[in-house]
């Protein structure tokens, strides 16, 4: 699953959840194996029931690799640009 939100429970910004009910309820009732989102632009883990969640990285600061048939899902630093 791919949204934009979060769901609860994944990302605390300023001390508060800012997980989305609907995203909650649309995980709820899907079920998805993984599911990825990226409003928030910084990489953090968790899950919700039986879900990985992922947020996900700005592509300048980190760069992902997901596996399709298994969904496993690597990231790696993107190297810099201004290294020689």
Known sequence: M???QAPHGVLRIGGR???CD???EVIEA???DLC?????HRHAEGSVGGTRV???APVWERY???DPETLALDSYET???DAP
């Open 2 to 4: 791919l949204c934009h």
């Open 36 to 40: 990825l989102l990226g409003h928030y």
């Open 30 to 32: 899907l079920s998805p």
């Open 17 to 19: 959840d800012v997980g």
């Open 79 to 81: 190297p810099n640009s």
């Open 22 to 24: 609907p995203v909650d």
């Open 64 to 66: 992902y690799w997901l």
């Open 54 to 56: 992922v947020s996900l």
